[in-house]
């Protein structure tokens, strides 16, 4: 069983619309969970991260931890076409190792 | 400014050549990274310098060798690869290793071709 399971989509949905993202992880020892976004072909860019459980907004994206449940999500609200690229979940275990999802591609048409 | 450069763009390769990638960047940081991505799949990691010295190796074969010839820069030497590494090599940096977070900002990557 991988360590961060996550849906690799395609995830396709109308500009405007919430985008839903999610992972789950297998390993309580995680503290700090990262999202990545990655455009086609580009190196991946640090877009939020949380500590522990709870949530944190930044603009349009709101990022949630519920380590009871070891679920991972991230919303995009008001998706934009420039939205479309692939996200991926990214807890660190305790030396600061990156443990990537699969990484949800996501599509936002106009 | 977080940003992290990485030479060539691209490289193509024969499987008896040697080549040199390279990753610089301007932030301070003390730790720096490279990982290997295959399309369709996350990135892995490879290797991670921590205050200029090699502090994890995920055993990766020794045709892969790399250097931090100081804080600010990371050379990956590469000799008698073979087509299956092929690939986007991505480096990557953070302020250091003696941290509960790091946040690793990544560069656009040098996508490798092996023939």
């Known amino acids: 069983q991988k360590e961060v399971e996550q849906d690799p989509g395609p995830l396709s949905v109308p500009e405007g619309a919430i985008v839903s993202l999610n992972c789950t992880y297998s390993n309580s020892a995680f503290q700090y969970f990262m999202w990545y976004r990655q455009y086609s072909r580009k190196g991946p860019e640090l877009l939020m991260y949380?500590?522990?459980?709870g949530n944190k907004e930044d603009g349009r994206f709101t990022a949630q931890v519920d380590k009871s449940s070891k679920y991972i999500s991230l919303f995009i609200r008001d998706s934009q076409p420039s939205d479309s690229a692939t996200y991926l979940c990214?807890?660190?275990?305790?030396?600061?190792?990156?443990?990537f999802g699969a990484g949800t591609q996501v599509v936002v048409t106009p | 400014d977080t940003e992290v450069t990485q030479t060539p763009k691209h490289l193509v390769m024969g499987m008896t050549n040697k080549k040199s990638l390279k990753c610089e960047q301007h932030?301070?940081?003390?730790?720096m990274y490279w990982y290997k991505q295959k399309a369709k799949k996350p990135p892995e990691l490879m290797f991670v310098y921590s205050y200029e010295k090699l502090s994890i190796n995920e055993s990766v074969p020794s045709r892969f060798s790399p250097e931090c010839p100081n804080s600010s820069l990371l050379n990956l030497h590469l000799h008698a690869l073979q087509p299956e590494d092929s690939a986007l090599y991505l480096c990557?940096?953070?302020?250091?290793?003696?941290?509960?977070?790091?946040?690793?900002?990544f560069g656009p990557g040098t996508r490798l071709t092996v023939t």
């Open positions: 932030m301070g940081h003390r730790a």
């Open positions: 949380t500590y522990s459980s």
């Open positions: 990214a807890p660190t275990d305790s030396w600061g190792k990156l443990q």
């Open positions: 990557a940096s953070s302020q250091d290793t003696d941290r509960e977070v790091y946040e690793q900002y």
